[in-house]
Structures are given as C-alpha cells and as structure tokens.
C-alpha cells in the first residue's frame, strides 16, 4: 500500500511539474519506471511492480492508465518507459517495439442469477449492435437488455470489435465505461446486464458466458479452442533502457510469469 500511495503523489508531482510522465528521473535516489496505457493491463502490472520493488528497493515503478491508445501515444512522445496495450497495434503503430507478456481471453459475463449460459458469436455480435435488444430473443424473459460496452480508444474494445464485430459497429445506445473493473460493477450489480472484460478479472460476481459451446478458461485458450483471445502487450520506443529493461526482464521471468498464470492469464512463452 506504501508504494502505491508513493507512486500516487509521484504521479501527481509529474503532472502538476510538467502535464505529463518523463522518463528518466530519480526520487530521493530511487529510479523511477513511468508505465502507462491499458486498464486491462494495468492491475496486473500493479501487481508486477509490487513484487519487483520488494526484491529492487533502488526502484520506483509508477503505473498509470488511461486506454492503450494512450499508452502508446505517450511511448511514441517518449513520455514513459513501457506503454501498456491490451489490442494489436495499428500499422502506423508499429514503429514501436513490442513485448507480449501473455495472452488473455475477452469473457462475455453476466450476472450469475442469468440462466443464459451460452451464445453464439453472432448472437454477441447482433447484441452489440443492437440487432437483439431482449432477453425473450435468446429464451429468457421479456425485458430489454442491458449491454455495457468500453469507451473509444480502449484496448478492450478494440479487441472485441476485431474479434467479434469486424463488420458490425457497436450501437451508440450501448452504455459505455472506461475500464474493466467498472464494466464488472455494473454486470455485477444489474441482473439484466452483459458486458466483456478481461478473463483475468472473472470471478464469484459475473457468470462468464460459454461462446460456440466453449467456455472460456485457461485450457481452452492454450489449446485455441476460444477464440476471443487477444495479447497484453509492452511497448518501447526502440530498445528500452536498461531499467525498463530490468522490469521487462522480471516479468518474463519464471517469477513474474507464474504471477501472472495465477491471476488467470497465459504465460508468454505459450502465447507462441
């Protein structure tokens, strides 16, 4: 908890001295890592940078978020170290390198009281697009359904939108939040809802849906059976230093890769 209250009013010192994240600065001798970018990735970079500072006390890691987009706009103006995406990178993007530190699965949830357990990637499709408004059209009572989507620029929604909805646009009437941890609430909390979020952030609260007859879990990711999978991505303009290089290095390591198997993701070297 110390390190994120430190990494908080490091957060704010940055802002208020220069309207944006540096790299390359120290604080009270300590190196600072500046990361920033996906929501999706952040909590478990959070995680990451919690154990690299215990066994590297000489540094500080200061994570922010605010979309993938963001992120690698902020890695381009060299205003970070690492940036986060959790979406491919667009063909103007590729001017930056990338490091895949896992995969994760895109789980369409759902209240755990919805007796709908399973969808086929058209019916998600044609939900998102607002072509199927309520329950009665999949087999559960009348009443509208509750779609909640992620905002423009987000890693998430990116994905999705490759993945599920190459063709088809997201309906504006759709309601829209700007992270993972906010979509779960409102699934979490409204009976009626259905949104997608990263796997790694399913629990006892949200129902994750099978999509095609398959559920989406660990094993069925490593053996390509679910298709909604997209990678979690680092980025660095041209070789990353080598303290960005030190965390980098940690989390491809055994130690950081089995952090991250435990939080429900799928370690990099089977992401080949």
Not at 11 to 24: D, E, S
Not at 105 to 114: E, K, M, Q
Not at 184 to 191: H, I, N, R
Request: include cysteine; hydrophobic fraction near 40%; charged fraction near 25%.
């Amino acid at each position: 908890m110390a390190y994120r209250l430190l990494a908080a009013l490091l957060c704010i010192i940055l802002l208020t001295g220069c309207g944006k994240g540096r790299t390359g600065e120290e604080f009270e001798g300590r190196r600072i890592i500046n990361i920033a970018g996906s929501t999706s990735v952040m909590p478990f970079t959070e995680k990451l940078a919690e154990h690299f500072m215990l066994e590297k006390p000489t540094y500080i890691v200061n994570v922010q978020a605010g979309g993938s987009t963001a992120g690698i706009q902020a890695c381009m103006n060299k205003t970070v170290d690492i940036g986060m995406s959790s979406r491919e990178l667009k063909p103007d993007e590729k001017t930056l390198s990338e490091i895949t530190i896992c995969l994760d699965g895109i789980a369409i949830a759902v209240h755990p009281d919805n007796p709908v357990k399973a969808l086929s990637l058209a019916q998600v499709r044609d939900i998102f697009s607002g072509k199927i408004t309520n329950w009665k059209q999949l087999g559960w009572l009348d009443r509208r359904i509750d779609a909640v989507t992620r905002e423009e620029g987000s890693g998430t929604r990116g994905a999705f939108e490759e993945l599920v909805m190459p063709k088809d646009m997201i309906d504006d009437a759709i309601m829209v939040q700007d992270s993972n941890g906010s979509v779960k609430e409102v699934v979490a909390t409204d009976p009626y809802a259905i949104g997608y979020l990263s796997l790694g952030m399913v629990d006892e609260r949200v129902a994750a849906i099978a999509i095609e007859g398959v559920k989406p879990n660990v094993e069925a990711i490593k053996k390509k059976q679910y298709k909604i999978v997209r990678p979690f991505l680092y980025l660095t303009m041209g070789q990353p230093d080598k303290h960005a290089r030190a965390f980098i290095d940690y989390v491809l390591s055994k130690t950081g890769q089995l952090i991250l198997q435990k939080e429900g993701l799928i370690p990099a070297h089977e992401a080949r």
